[in-house]
């Protein structure tokens, strides 16, 4: 199995940028595919981003999409989000997560995802 750790969360303005970086270990990386899913107060864990074992392949959510950027990269053992022109509605507390598949399509639910690290916070202000 693979273990996950987010870094990198932090206060941002409104407009700004920031990346945050998910570190894995204890398994083969290139086997995962991976997202990232986000949690504000009082709402559901939201799927963000996804990406392949390939790193072929992503997939966003409309809310984030032209915004945000998914990369990975394999030999680092690494996942990453290039969050720019944050909103203060992208507040959340962001979790890395894994599912144990090399395929093509990126899953969006989060029931799929076997894995998932201890979340780190990101905060717009406005």
């Known amino acids: 199995q693979v273990q996950l750790v987010e870094s990198g969360g932090r206060l941002v303005q409104a407009g700004g940028s920031l990346r945050i970086s998910c570190a894995a270990s204890?398994?083969?990386?290139?086997?995962?595919?991976l997202a990232w899913l986000r949690q504000a107060p009082d709402k559901e864990r939201d799927f963000v981003a996804g990406?392949?074992?390939?790193?072929?392949?992503?997939r966003y959510a409309d809310s984030v999409k032209g915004r945000f950027t998914i990369s990975r990269d394999n030999d680092k053992n690494t996942m990453y989000l290039q969050m720019n022109s944050l909103k203060p509605e992208d507040t959340a507390v962001y979790y890395c997560a894994a599912e144990r598949k090399r395929g093509t399509v990126v899953d969006t639910t989060s029931i799929t995802y076997d894995y998932w690290g201890q979340g780190t916070q990101v905060t717009v202000s406005s």
């Open positions: 990406i392949t074992w390939s790193g072929i392949t992503t």
């Open positions: 204890g398994s083969i990386f290139s086997s995962y595919a």
